[in-house]
Protein backbone atom coordinates (compact mmCIF):
# COMPACT_ATOMS: atom_id res chain seq x y z
CA UNK A 1 0.00 0.00 0.00
CA UNK A 2 3.08 2.57 0.67
CA UNK A 3 4.10 1.68 -2.58
CA UNK A 4 0.63 2.72 -4.54
CA UNK A 5 0.73 5.90 -1.94
CA UNK A 6 3.76 7.17 -3.14
CA UNK A 7 3.60 6.51 -6.96
CA UNK A 8 0.52 8.58 -6.84
CA UNK A 9 2.35 11.56 -5.39
CA UNK A 10 4.98 11.85 -7.65
CA UNK A 11 6.94 14.90 -9.67
CA UNK A 12 6.99 15.04 -13.40
CA UNK A 13 9.21 16.63 -15.96
CA UNK A 14 8.38 18.38 -18.61
CA UNK A 15 10.71 19.49 -21.46
CA UNK A 16 9.64 22.01 -23.88
CA UNK A 17 10.58 22.90 -27.09
CA UNK A 18 11.85 26.81 -27.54
CA UNK A 19 9.33 27.65 -30.30
CA UNK A 20 6.33 28.98 -29.49
CA UNK A 21 6.99 29.98 -26.15
CA UNK A 22 3.52 32.01 -25.67
CA UNK A 23 1.78 29.38 -26.95
CA UNK A 24 3.08 26.43 -24.27
CA UNK A 25 1.43 26.64 -20.86
CA UNK A 26 -2.31 27.11 -22.27
CA UNK A 27 -1.51 24.20 -24.34
CA UNK A 28 -0.32 21.92 -21.37
CA UNK A 29 -3.16 23.15 -19.05
CA UNK A 30 -5.67 22.52 -21.93
CA UNK A 31 -4.33 19.22 -22.78
CA UNK A 32 -4.53 17.88 -18.67
CA UNK A 33 -8.07 19.85 -18.66
CA UNK A 34 -9.14 17.25 -20.95
CA UNK A 35 -8.13 14.65 -18.37
CA UNK A 36 -10.02 16.53 -15.51
CA UNK A 37 -6.53 17.57 -13.87
CA UNK A 38 -5.10 21.01 -13.32
CA UNK A 39 -1.58 22.72 -13.40
CA UNK A 40 0.58 22.23 -10.50
CA UNK A 41 3.97 22.98 -11.13
CA UNK A 42 6.48 22.16 -8.39
CA UNK A 43 8.95 24.61 -7.28
CA UNK A 44 9.60 28.26 -8.31
CA UNK A 45 7.78 27.48 -11.61
CA UNK A 46 9.51 29.88 -14.46
CA UNK A 47 7.16 29.58 -17.71
CA UNK A 48 9.81 30.31 -20.55
CA UNK A 49 12.65 27.96 -19.53
CA UNK A 50 12.94 24.42 -21.44
CA UNK A 51 12.12 22.49 -17.76
CA UNK A 52 9.10 22.47 -16.09
CA UNK A 53 8.32 19.90 -13.50
CA UNK A 54 4.20 19.33 -12.35
CA UNK A 55 2.84 17.99 -9.23
CA UNK A 56 -0.48 16.45 -8.67
CA UNK A 57 -0.30 13.77 -11.64
CA UNK A 58 -0.47 10.29 -12.55
CA UNK A 59 1.94 8.60 -14.96
CA UNK A 60 -1.64 7.82 -16.93
CA UNK A 61 -1.65 11.84 -17.18
CA UNK A 62 1.67 12.73 -18.07
CA UNK A 63 1.16 10.01 -21.29
CA UNK A 64 -2.25 11.77 -22.34
CA UNK A 65 -0.97 15.13 -22.22
CA UNK A 66 2.38 13.71 -24.62
CA UNK A 67 -0.11 11.99 -26.69
CA UNK A 68 -1.49 15.25 -28.02
CA UNK A 69 1.53 17.76 -26.87
CA UNK A 70 3.14 19.33 -29.94
CA UNK A 71 4.93 22.50 -27.70
CA UNK A 72 6.29 19.35 -25.46
CA UNK A 73 9.37 17.31 -26.51
CA UNK A 74 9.75 15.06 -23.82
CA UNK A 75 7.97 13.74 -20.56
CA UNK A 76 10.23 11.96 -17.35
CA UNK A 77 9.29 10.95 -13.74
CA UNK A 78 11.61 13.01 -12.13
CA UNK A 79 13.68 11.04 -9.47
CA UNK A 80 16.36 13.93 -8.49
CA UNK A 81 17.75 17.30 -9.34
CA UNK A 82 20.10 20.13 -7.97
CA UNK A 83 22.12 23.21 -8.85
CA UNK A 84 25.20 21.04 -9.01
CA UNK A 85 25.88 17.03 -9.24
CA UNK A 86 26.87 16.86 -5.55
CA UNK A 87 22.77 18.21 -5.18
CA UNK A 88 21.83 15.81 -7.50
CA UNK A 89 23.27 12.84 -5.67
CA UNK A 90 21.62 14.15 -2.73
CA UNK A 91 18.33 14.08 -3.87
CA UNK A 92 18.52 10.90 -5.77
CA UNK A 93 19.60 9.08 -2.63
CA UNK A 94 16.96 10.31 -0.75
CA UNK A 95 14.71 9.37 -3.44
CA UNK A 96 12.28 6.68 -1.91
CA UNK A 97 13.93 2.92 -3.13
CA UNK A 98 10.38 1.68 -3.75
CA UNK A 99 10.12 3.72 -6.82
CA UNK A 100 13.21 2.89 -8.05
CA UNK A 101 13.23 -0.73 -7.57
CA UNK A 102 10.53 -1.59 -10.24
CA UNK A 103 12.73 -0.42 -12.86
CA UNK A 104 16.17 -1.73 -11.76
CA UNK A 105 15.44 -4.98 -10.52
CA UNK A 106 18.37 -7.46 -11.93
CA UNK A 107 16.18 -9.26 -14.60
CA UNK A 108 15.87 -5.67 -16.01
CA UNK A 109 17.03 -4.07 -19.02
CA UNK A 110 18.12 -0.02 -19.14
CA UNK A 111 19.62 2.72 -20.80
CA UNK A 112 21.43 6.34 -19.32
CA UNK A 113 21.02 9.19 -21.97
CA UNK A 114 22.58 12.30 -21.60
CA UNK A 115 20.93 15.63 -22.85
CA UNK A 116 22.26 19.03 -22.38
CA UNK A 117 19.72 22.23 -23.48
CA UNK A 118 22.02 24.87 -25.29
CA UNK A 119 25.48 23.33 -24.98
CA UNK A 120 26.94 20.17 -26.90
CA UNK A 121 28.98 17.97 -24.81
CA UNK A 122 31.59 15.59 -26.30
CA UNK A 123 30.60 11.98 -26.46
CA UNK A 124 34.06 11.26 -23.20
CA UNK A 125 32.26 13.86 -21.40
CA UNK A 126 28.52 11.71 -21.59
CA UNK A 127 30.23 8.99 -20.33
CA UNK A 128 32.01 11.03 -17.88
CA UNK A 129 28.73 11.75 -16.61
CA UNK A 130 27.23 8.30 -16.64
CA UNK A 131 29.67 6.46 -15.05
CA UNK A 132 29.50 9.35 -12.29
CA UNK A 133 26.13 8.30 -11.35
CA UNK A 134 27.49 4.51 -9.72
CA UNK A 135 25.73 5.42 -6.91
CA UNK A 136 22.39 4.37 -8.13
CA UNK A 137 21.66 0.79 -7.48
CA UNK A 138 21.49 -0.37 -10.98
CA UNK A 139 21.28 -3.96 -10.84
CA UNK A 140 19.65 -5.10 -14.65
CA UNK A 141 21.44 -5.47 -17.84
CA UNK A 142 22.67 -2.45 -20.29
CA UNK A 143 20.80 -2.33 -23.11
CA UNK A 144 21.66 0.29 -25.82
CA UNK A 145 19.26 -0.80 -28.53
CA UNK A 146 15.80 -1.96 -27.20
CA UNK A 147 16.21 -1.20 -23.43
CA UNK A 148 12.84 -1.99 -20.83
CA UNK A 149 13.23 1.40 -19.46
CA UNK A 150 15.22 4.64 -20.48
CA UNK A 151 16.69 7.19 -18.22
CA UNK A 152 17.96 10.65 -18.70
CA UNK A 153 19.81 13.18 -17.13
CA UNK A 154 19.68 16.38 -18.23
CA UNK A 155 21.96 19.52 -17.74
CA UNK A 156 19.96 23.12 -18.48
CA UNK A 157 22.86 25.87 -19.60
CA UNK A 158 20.36 28.38 -19.66
CA UNK A 159 18.59 29.53 -22.80
CA UNK A 160 21.73 32.77 -24.32
CA UNK A 161 23.82 30.99 -27.21
CA UNK A 162 25.71 33.78 -26.13
CA UNK A 163 26.48 33.38 -22.58
CA UNK A 164 26.64 29.49 -21.91
CA UNK A 165 27.92 29.00 -18.83
CA UNK A 166 30.95 26.41 -17.66
CA UNK A 167 28.68 24.44 -15.57
CA UNK A 168 24.78 24.16 -16.08
CA UNK A 169 22.86 25.93 -14.28
CA UNK A 170 20.63 23.14 -13.07
CA UNK A 171 20.52 19.21 -13.32
CA UNK A 172 17.86 16.53 -13.37
CA UNK A 173 17.44 13.11 -13.67
CA UNK A 174 14.54 10.82 -14.01
CA UNK A 175 12.62 7.84 -15.81
CA UNK A 176 11.91 8.31 -19.43
CA UNK A 177 7.67 8.08 -19.86
CA UNK A 178 6.59 9.02 -23.52
CA UNK A 179 7.41 11.65 -26.46
CA UNK A 180 5.34 14.53 -27.49
CA UNK A 181 4.01 14.47 -30.95
CA UNK A 182 6.71 17.25 -32.99
CA UNK A 183 6.51 14.59 -35.48
CA UNK A 184 3.46 16.30 -36.58
CA UNK A 185 4.74 18.93 -37.52
CA UNK A 186 6.53 17.14 -40.44
CA UNK A 187 4.64 14.86 -41.29
CA UNK A 188 1.62 17.65 -41.95
CA UNK A 189 3.64 20.02 -43.53
CA UNK A 190 1.99 22.14 -45.84
CA UNK A 191 4.84 21.69 -48.07
CA UNK A 192 3.27 18.07 -48.83
CA UNK A 193 -0.14 18.49 -48.72
CA UNK A 194 -2.56 17.89 -51.74
CA UNK A 195 -4.58 21.09 -51.79
CA UNK A 196 -2.75 24.37 -50.29
CA UNK A 197 -3.90 28.65 -50.81
CA UNK A 198 -1.55 31.78 -49.77
CA UNK A 199 -2.91 31.20 -46.21
CA UNK A 200 -2.45 28.04 -45.20
CA UNK A 201 -2.48 27.47 -41.59
CA UNK A 202 1.46 26.16 -40.46
CA UNK A 203 0.76 22.73 -39.38
CA UNK A 204 2.30 22.88 -35.74
CA UNK A 205 0.08 26.37 -35.01
CA UNK A 206 -2.66 24.02 -36.41
CA UNK A 207 -2.50 21.23 -33.82
CA UNK A 208 -1.68 23.88 -30.99
CA UNK A 209 -5.28 25.67 -32.19
CA UNK A 210 -7.03 22.18 -31.88
CA UNK A 211 -5.05 21.19 -28.33
CA UNK A 212 -5.78 24.79 -26.80
CA UNK A 213 -9.91 24.07 -27.96
CA UNK A 214 -9.54 20.88 -25.93
CA UNK A 215 -10.74 18.95 -29.60
CA UNK A 216 -11.71 15.68 -28.32
CA UNK A 217 -12.43 12.41 -29.97
CA UNK A 218 -16.25 12.84 -31.67
CA UNK A 219 -16.34 16.19 -30.76
CA UNK A 220 -17.93 18.67 -33.28
CA UNK A 221 -15.70 21.22 -35.06
CA UNK A 222 -16.62 24.03 -37.09
CA UNK A 223 -14.43 27.06 -39.42
CA UNK A 224 -16.10 29.85 -40.73
CA UNK A 225 -13.66 31.02 -42.89
CA UNK A 226 -12.45 27.02 -43.55
CA UNK A 227 -10.19 28.31 -46.48
CA UNK A 228 -7.94 25.01 -47.80
CA UNK A 229 -9.22 23.34 -43.85
CA UNK A 230 -5.81 23.42 -42.17
CA UNK A 231 -7.42 23.20 -39.10
CA UNK A 232 -10.02 20.63 -40.11
CA UNK A 233 -6.85 18.11 -41.10
CA UNK A 234 -5.87 19.28 -37.47
CA UNK A 235 -9.08 18.32 -35.98
CA UNK A 236 -9.66 15.64 -37.87
CA UNK A 237 -6.34 13.34 -36.54
CA UNK A 238 -7.54 13.81 -32.91
CA UNK A 239 -10.74 11.88 -34.17
CA UNK A 240 -13.15 15.26 -33.92
CA UNK A 241 -15.97 15.38 -37.07
CA UNK A 242 -15.16 18.40 -38.87
CA UNK A 243 -17.07 21.26 -41.08
CA UNK A 244 -16.62 24.79 -42.30
CA UNK A 245 -18.01 27.21 -44.62
CA UNK A 246 -16.35 30.20 -46.49
CA UNK A 247 -17.27 32.82 -48.93
CA UNK A 248 -14.73 32.35 -51.55
CA UNK A 249 -16.44 29.38 -53.72
CA UNK A 250 -13.01 28.90 -55.98
CA UNK A 251 -11.34 28.16 -52.93
CA UNK A 252 -14.21 25.35 -51.10
CA UNK A 253 -14.31 23.61 -54.79
CA UNK A 254 -10.42 23.90 -55.70
CA UNK A 255 -10.81 25.71 -58.87
CA UNK A 256 -8.73 28.38 -60.03
CA UNK A 257 -4.57 29.09 -60.27
CA UNK A 258 -2.70 27.23 -57.66
CA UNK A 259 -0.77 28.72 -54.99
CA UNK A 260 2.35 25.95 -55.57
CA UNK A 261 5.21 27.24 -57.74
CA UNK A 262 5.45 26.11 -61.45
CA UNK A 263 1.70 24.84 -61.65
CA UNK A 264 -0.69 27.01 -62.61
CA UNK A 265 -4.15 26.13 -62.58
CA UNK A 266 -5.61 23.64 -59.49
CA UNK A 267 -5.50 20.03 -60.13
CA UNK A 268 -9.35 18.41 -60.60
CA UNK A 269 -8.42 16.04 -57.07
CA UNK A 270 -7.66 19.21 -54.68
CA UNK A 271 -10.17 20.53 -52.38
CA UNK A 272 -10.66 19.91 -48.62
CA UNK A 273 -11.58 16.21 -48.47
CA UNK A 274 -8.34 15.06 -50.19
CA UNK A 275 -6.56 16.82 -47.59
CA UNK A 276 -8.10 14.70 -45.00
CA UNK A 277 -7.92 11.39 -47.19
CA UNK A 278 -4.09 11.89 -47.43
CA UNK A 279 -3.61 11.49 -43.74
CA UNK A 280 -6.30 9.08 -43.29
CA UNK A 281 -9.08 10.95 -41.62
CA UNK A 282 -11.68 11.63 -44.58
CA UNK A 283 -14.42 9.54 -42.38
CA UNK A 284 -14.27 12.53 -40.18
CA UNK A 285 -15.03 15.11 -42.81
CA UNK A 286 -18.62 16.20 -42.52
CA UNK A 287 -18.57 18.93 -45.61
CA UNK A 288 -17.55 22.72 -46.19
CA UNK A 289 -20.00 24.99 -48.15
CA UNK A 290 -20.10 28.23 -49.55
CA UNK A 291 -21.51 30.82 -47.15
CA UNK A 292 -21.02 34.16 -45.72
CA UNK A 293 -19.83 34.62 -41.99
CA UNK A 294 -22.08 37.30 -41.30
CA UNK A 295 -25.29 36.08 -42.77
CA UNK A 296 -27.01 33.16 -39.50
CA UNK A 297 -27.67 29.93 -42.02
CA UNK A 298 -27.71 28.18 -39.16
CA UNK A 299 -30.77 27.06 -36.90
CA UNK A 300 -30.57 28.96 -33.53
CA UNK A 301 -29.28 25.52 -31.41
CA UNK A 302 -25.63 25.21 -29.66
CA UNK A 303 -23.91 23.29 -32.09
CA UNK A 304 -20.51 22.55 -31.72
CA UNK A 305 -18.17 21.97 -29.57
CA UNK A 306 -15.38 23.66 -30.57
CA UNK A 307 -15.26 27.22 -33.12
CA UNK A 308 -11.55 27.42 -34.94
CA UNK A 309 -10.83 29.67 -37.21
CA UNK A 310 -8.60 31.98 -38.57
CA UNK A 311 -10.52 35.10 -39.82
CA UNK A 312 -9.08 37.04 -42.88
CA UNK A 313 -7.34 40.28 -42.39
CA UNK A 314 -6.82 41.70 -45.27
CA UNK A 315 -3.24 41.76 -46.00
CA UNK A 316 -3.04 38.28 -47.92
CA UNK A 317 -6.70 37.60 -48.39
CA UNK A 318 -9.28 39.99 -48.63
CA UNK A 319 -12.30 40.36 -46.28
CA UNK A 320 -15.54 40.52 -47.91
CA UNK A 321 -19.30 39.53 -47.07
CA UNK A 322 -22.12 39.78 -49.57
CA UNK A 323 -23.95 42.58 -50.09
CA UNK A 324 -24.11 45.78 -52.12
CA UNK A 325 -24.22 49.39 -51.43
CA UNK A 326 -26.58 49.77 -53.74
CA UNK A 327 -30.74 49.74 -52.90
CA UNK A 328 -32.45 46.83 -54.36
CA UNK A 329 -36.15 46.98 -54.59
CA UNK A 330 -38.63 44.31 -54.33
CA UNK A 331 -42.34 43.79 -54.76
CA UNK A 332 -44.29 42.72 -51.42
CA UNK A 333 -44.29 39.42 -53.20
CA UNK A 334 -40.49 39.04 -52.85
CA UNK A 335 -40.18 39.41 -56.32
CA UNK A 336 -36.61 41.43 -57.40
CA UNK A 337 -37.52 44.23 -59.78
CA UNK A 338 -33.57 43.46 -61.42
CA UNK A 339 -31.80 40.09 -61.53
CA UNK A 340 -30.32 40.03 -57.80
CA UNK A 341 -27.10 38.39 -57.96
CA UNK A 342 -25.21 38.34 -54.54
CA UNK A 343 -22.02 40.62 -54.87
CA UNK A 344 -19.28 41.63 -52.43
CA UNK A 345 -18.32 44.45 -49.91
CA UNK A 346 -16.20 45.10 -47.65
CA UNK A 347 -16.20 43.47 -44.30
CA UNK A 348 -15.20 46.03 -41.03
CA UNK A 349 -12.66 43.81 -38.90
CA UNK A 350 -14.41 44.90 -35.93
CA UNK A 351 -17.54 43.69 -37.02
CA UNK A 352 -15.92 40.13 -38.42
CA UNK A 353 -14.61 39.47 -34.43
CA UNK A 354 -18.57 40.94 -33.41
CA UNK A 355 -19.94 38.28 -35.79
CA UNK A 356 -17.84 35.68 -34.21
CA UNK A 357 -18.35 36.02 -30.92
CA UNK A 358 -21.67 36.34 -31.51
CA UNK A 359 -22.07 32.97 -33.73
CA UNK A 360 -19.83 31.46 -30.71
CA UNK A 361 -22.32 32.59 -28.06
CA UNK A 362 -25.23 31.50 -29.95
CA UNK A 363 -23.61 28.08 -31.26
CA UNK A 364 -21.18 26.46 -29.21
CA UNK A 365 -22.22 24.28 -26.39
CA UNK A 366 -21.34 25.48 -22.86
CA UNK A 367 -18.40 24.42 -21.73
CA UNK A 368 -17.05 24.71 -25.58
CA UNK A 369 -14.15 26.70 -26.91
CA UNK A 370 -13.56 29.66 -29.15
CA UNK A 371 -9.99 29.65 -30.52
CA UNK A 372 -9.06 32.32 -32.97
CA UNK A 373 -6.50 34.87 -34.15
CA UNK A 374 -7.08 38.75 -33.77
CA UNK A 375 -4.36 40.79 -35.85
CA UNK A 376 -2.39 43.60 -33.56
CA UNK A 377 -0.64 46.93 -34.20
CA UNK A 378 1.80 46.37 -31.83
CA UNK A 379 2.53 49.87 -30.74
CA UNK A 380 -1.06 50.22 -29.76
CA UNK A 381 -2.20 47.48 -28.33
CA UNK A 382 -3.13 46.98 -25.36
CA UNK A 383 -5.50 44.28 -23.09
CA UNK A 384 -8.40 46.45 -23.74
CA UNK A 385 -8.58 45.96 -27.65
CA UNK A 386 -9.61 42.27 -27.48
CA UNK A 387 -13.05 41.41 -27.95
CA UNK A 388 -15.52 40.67 -25.65
CA UNK A 389 -18.84 38.77 -25.22
CA UNK A 390 -20.39 38.41 -22.12
CA UNK A 391 -21.22 35.02 -22.57
CA UNK A 392 -17.37 33.78 -23.36
CA UNK A 393 -14.73 34.26 -20.91
CA UNK A 394 -11.17 34.48 -22.34
CA UNK A 395 -8.32 31.73 -20.88
CA UNK A 396 -5.38 32.54 -22.94
CA UNK A 397 -4.25 35.37 -25.12
CA UNK A 398 -0.81 34.42 -27.45
CA UNK A 399 1.33 36.64 -29.36
CA UNK A 400 2.82 35.78 -32.28
CA UNK A 401 5.17 38.44 -33.23
CA UNK A 402 5.15 39.18 -37.45
CA UNK A 403 7.35 42.01 -37.37
CA UNK A 404 8.37 45.31 -35.28
CA UNK A 405 5.28 46.54 -35.62
CA UNK A 406 2.82 43.91 -36.08
CA UNK A 407 1.11 40.20 -34.82
CA UNK A 408 -1.29 38.42 -34.11
CA UNK A 409 -2.76 36.82 -31.34
CA UNK A 410 -4.21 33.59 -30.96
CA UNK A 411 -7.29 34.25 -28.44
CA UNK A 412 -9.14 31.30 -26.60
CA UNK A 413 -12.45 31.65 -25.31
CA UNK A 414 -14.82 29.43 -23.47
CA UNK A 415 -18.94 29.79 -23.57
CA UNK A 416 -19.70 29.69 -19.98
CA UNK A 417 -23.80 30.30 -20.17
CA UNK A 418 -26.33 30.77 -22.92
CA UNK A 419 -27.14 33.81 -24.50
CA UNK A 420 -30.56 35.03 -23.43
CA UNK A 421 -29.94 38.44 -23.63
CA UNK A 422 -26.13 38.13 -24.59
CA UNK A 423 -24.67 41.00 -27.30
CA UNK A 424 -20.76 41.18 -27.81
CA UNK A 425 -19.20 44.02 -26.97
CA UNK A 426 -15.83 46.11 -27.27
CA UNK A 427 -13.91 47.84 -24.72
CA UNK A 428 -12.97 51.19 -25.79
Same mark, same amino acid.
Given at each position: ?55 ? @? ?68 ? $? ?21 ? $? ?95 ? $? ?107 ? @? ?22 ? !? ?12 ? $? ?24 ? !? ?8
Amino acid at each position: MATSVNRSCLTYLLHLAQDNLDFRLPEIKALLALRGKSFHPSGDFQEKTPFWCLDG @LAEEDVRGVMARSVCAKSAFELWGHGQTHSELRTSLLNYPSENMSPFMHKDSTYRINVYTFNKTLEFPDR $IKRIDAMDYLPFEGTVSLKSPQH $IFCLLEDYGTDPNDIPEHPNYIYFGRWIADGQRELIRSHSVKNRHFIGNTSMDAGLSFIMANHAKVNENDLVFDPFVGTGSLLVACSHFRAYVCGTD $IDYNTIHGRGRSSRKNQKWRGPDENIRANLRQYGTEEMYIDVMISDASKPVWREAPLFDAIITDPPYGIRESTRRTGSHKDVTKHADGIYLESHVPVSQAYHLSDIFTD @LLNFSAHHLVVGGRLVYWLPVYRP !EYSEETVPLHPCLR $ILSNCEQTLSSHTSRRLITMEKIRKP !EVCFSRRRM
